[in-house]
């Protein structure tokens, strides 16, 4: 761009075409048009539009017309009195708690064992993926099958090994289903974090593992002391990322439990599906909506500032 | 014993304690692939089987012809017209993703534009939104434009998944063409089109690759759009007629493990075709991005 401008020297009439520069602005932009297009009517109108619906009084007639009369706070007011929106609010963080630990304390283990040398690692890493691959509710219906209390695996494998003397009711009992719910979607999220936090492991240079070595640090102490804040920036997005997937979670438990039994599983996600979809109270299930946006939008900052790099990154081979 | 041994020792330690890992990893996926197979007196005796007991195709035979099946209250009809509805959703979705990703991609990485640090922040916090706050507003505003029930309605929420994902995906592709290929074509007498469709595509196949593996992938195996924006009176994917075999009181089990098993097959396929990919896709999207 610079050396066409010192070409122009200013006694030279304007060419009426367009300089490279704007040539390169106009090409931008067109090439980013459908992104915006996309990003403004699948997420910026649906954003903005649950926002509208949360203080609307809506009903199954008001969505044939797009507005509703105004209901101020009422739809939040729904949310925070009623008993199964607050349940939803607490078991989504438990279970997000509760998957998180285990997901992590299991892919980083498995992160590790990879790293090492050892016959077979090469499939033993492609085949960690597998869960991740498949459609969420297969995931969910398969650990429905596992869990049943009659002819389930999981009841069969305890009864065999002695762990329990009766058939446990894993999907009836409301005490037991969350573990039903926390044990697929840490099986679901594992290779997330084994893939993850094994390519921040390859990365981590040799001599800094050999210094350590020759310094008589064992392996502990080179884990905890040389590792781990090596690959901190990782694990970092990786623990985030795995958050906000967790927050999210729906189609596992809607074919797992559908919720139950008793609600004991109702996640924010699942109970606003039923508050919009089932009893069409589209307000209140947006109110809910909310609720779980702004928690999974909290994260939003240490993301975008985890993210920096790549953020300020630019090679601008255009103008 | 010597040094060596032991570490020979230790390896083959290893090796057990990845296969146990394995072991659990896939036992759920071989219990479905099993359970396809068994009859549903089997299914239902109460006693899991470890291997095929008196296996048969019958689950197979319900789930694609629709045949009446082992029990008498099988709900949905035939799921072969919903594998069809699944593809053209998948597919849909890939084609969606690339025409949107791969130009906005390149714009947001070879191109000094204002907007850049603002288009990826808000692709970075996209990324993050849970999809019931979409579908819950897409529904309405789907119905108000008179799209429910329809593939273009699907396979744009589908996108949601995929499109902010596969940009941040090929835009850390792009940053690793030199600038000189560009340059170079630009000297050449080349268009800003010319370039980006004859230069820098071509050059961005396994990054494309990638892409569309995840977006089929994301389109394949959604269920939460499917089950808002669709209503089941019309097209039905295999991951909502999963969902009509579930019933509140007795659940198909035959009928929902053969079908679960066929909506695995993209996977598995993914996996032997597309294994490098898939691995450098979910490591790209998340960190280098």
């Known amino acids: 761009m610079l050396s066409e401008q010192a070409v122009q020297s200013p006694g030279d009439a304007p060419p009426p075409r367009l300089s490279s520069w704007q040539k390169q602005q106009l090409a931008g932009w067109l090439f980013l048009t459908p992104a915006i297009a996309y990003l403004l009517f699948a997420f910026a109108l649906p954003i903005a539009y649950n926002v509208m619906l949360s203080f609307e009084q809506t009903s199954p007639a008001t969505v044939a017309h797009f507005t509703a009369p105004w209901a101020g706070l009422d739809n939040y007011r729904f949310v925070l009195h009623d008993p199964t929106s607050r349940e939803a609010i607490v078991h989504t963080f438990e279970f997000t708690a509760g998957s998180l630990i285990g997901q992590f304390v299991i892919g980083f283990a498995l992160a590790l064992l990879f790293s090492l040398r050892f016959p077979g690692r090469t499939i033993a890493r492609s085949l960690v993926i597998v869960p991740w691959l498949l459609p969420l509710i297969v995931t969910g219906v398969m650990f429905r099958f596992l869990f049943q209390a009659e002819g389930g695996a999981v009841n069969q494998v305890l009864m065999n090994v002695g762990l329990a003397h009766h058939p446990i009711q894993w999907l009836n009992d409301p005490h037991l289903s969350m573990w039903t719910i926390l044990v697929a979607n840490i099986w679901l999220g594992v290779p997330f974090f084994t893939l993850l936090l094994y390519s921040a492991l390859q990365d981590v240079p040799m001599e800094v593992k050999e210094a350590a070595i020759i310094d008589g640090a064992g392996p502990w102490q080179r884990l905890r002391l040389v590792i781990v804040p090596i690959i901190l920036p990782v694990i970092e997005v990786t623990v985030l990322l795995g958050f906000v997937f967790t927050v999210k979670v729906f189609d596992l438990v809607i074919g797992l439990t559908g919720g139950g039994p008793a609600n004991s599983t109702q996640l924010i996600t699942t109970w606003s599906y039923n508050l919009s979809f089932q009893v069409f109270s589209f307000g209140e299930g947006a109110a809910l909506n909310n609720v779980l946006l702004v928690l999974a939008l909290i994260c939003a900052p240490l993301y975008l500032f985890l993210s920096r790099d790549s953020l300020r990154r630019s090679s601008g081979a255009g103008a | ?289």
């Open chain 2, 1 to 289: 014993m010597t040094r060596l041994q032991r570490s020979r020792a230790l390896r083959w330690l290893c090796t057990l304690a990845a296969a146990v890992a394995l072991v659990v990893i896939l036992f759920p996926v071989y219990a479905i692939i099993v359970g396809s197979f068994e009859s549903t007196e089997t299914l239902f005796s109460g006693t899991f089987y470890w291997l095929p007991h008196a296996a048969t195709l019958d689950n197979y035979r319900t789930v694609l012809e629709g045949g009446s099946g082992a029990t008498q209250e099988t709900v949905a009809g035939s799921q072969s017209g919903n594998v069809l509805t699944s593809l053209i959703v998948g597919l849909g979705t890939v084609v969606l993703a690339l025409v949107v990703a791969v130009p906005a991609a390149y714009a947001l990485s070879k191109y000094r534009l204002r907007v850049t640090l603002v288009l990826v922040s808000s692709l970075l916090v996209a990324q993050i939104v849970p999809s019931i706050v979409l579908a819950t507003s897409l529904f309405i505003i789907f119905h108000w434009i008179h799209l429910l029930n329809s593939y273009p309605a699907l396979i744009i929420a589908d996108g949601t998944y995929a499109i902010p994902f596969a940009i941040l995906v090929l835009r850390a592709f792009f940053f690793s063409l030199p600038n000189e290929l560009m340059y170079a074509a630009r000297v050449d007498g080349a268009s800003e089109w010319q370039t980006f469709r004859l230069i820098v595509i071509p050059l961005a196949r396994s990054a494309v690759i990638t892409v569309a593996v995840f977006a089929f992938l994301a389109g394949w195996g959604d269920f939460i759009f499917a089950l808002t924006i669709l209503n089941g009176t019309g097209i039905q994917p295999i991951t909502l007629g999963i969902y009509s075999y579930l019933g509140n009181y007795s659940t198909d089990w035959g009928a929902v493990m053969a079908s679960g098993a066929v909506a695995m097959v993209p996977a598995g396929l993914m996996l032997v075709v597309a294994q490098r990919y898939i691995a450098s896709g979910l490591t790209a999207g998340s960190v280098k991005g």
